[in-house]
């Protein structure tokens, strides 16, 4: 029935179609993407989600992507969500995270250049938390103590400090806030933005 020209131009054209379904495709119409990110070296699946704060079948059907895809540096991800001011910046803020002593108290951190931002809102009552910081990508060690945060009751604060020179070139940062009298921990990674 078919030559062995045809069957040889449909093993081609269904290797091409393999082929060319296993690379990332671009965000679908229907996606807003919020932000989006460049895959670096060492990126996970689940550290690319939990620095935004997505689960990551949220970023996966935003790409066209299987649940199962492993990442490739360079590869440019759509985040989904509601749209930035600059869509083609990179996000580095991460979403308010409750405290565990007092759930309607919520904290942000982002890093740009040589600075740590903190903005923290709603506490119940009077508050002092140390900031600590570290290398994102590390598993154990390596926290530097920046500053201490007062915060005063239904208040919101929001204050600078200058990030560690060891911490300059790293492109993730967790930031923590540690409770000076309970030493509960509250902690993000956020995009290390240059």
């Known amino acids: 029935m078919?030559?062995?020209?045809?069957k040889i131009g449909l093993v081609v054209l269904f290797v091409f179609v393999l082929i060319a379904g296993s690379f990332p495709q671009s965000a679908s119409a229907a996606t807003t993407c919020r932000t989006y990110y460049v895959v670096q070296d060492g990126d996970?699946?689940?550290?690319?989600?939990?620095?935004?704060?997505?689960k990551w079948r949220e970023i996966a059907d935003a790409n066209e992507l299987p649940?199962?895809?492993?990442?490739?540096?360079?590869?440019?991800?759509?985040i989904p969500g509601e749209e930035s001011s600059d869509s083609s910046s990179s996000v580095s803020s991460s979403p308010s995270t409750s405290i565990p002593e007092d759930s309607n108290a919520s904290y942000s951190a982002k890093v740009v250049g040589k600075n740590v931002y903190i903005t923290m809102s709603n506490y119940s009552k009077k508050q002092?938390?140390?900031?600590?910081?570290?290398?994102g990508t590390a598993w154990i060690g390596?926290?530097?103590?920046?500053?201490t945060v007062k915060v005063p009751k239904k208040t919101t604060v929001s204050?600078?400090?200058?990030?560690?020179?060891?911490?300059k070139g790293a492109i993730y940062i967790e930031v923590c806030l540690k409770n000076a009298t309970t030493d509960s921990l509250v902690c993000r990674t956020v995009v290390h933005q240059y």
């Open 67 to 78: 649940y199962t895809w492993k990442p490739v540096a360079g590869t440019k991800l759509c």
């Open 44 to 54: 996970t699946t689940p550290k690319i989600s939990h620095t935004f704060d997505l």
């Open 159 to 167: 204050k600078r400090f200058t990030l560690p020179q060891d911490l």
């Open 128 to 135: 002092a938390y140390y900031v600590k910081v570290r290398d």
């Open 142 to 147: 390596g926290w530097e103590k920046i500053g």
């Open 2 to 6: 078919f030559s062995k020209l045809g």
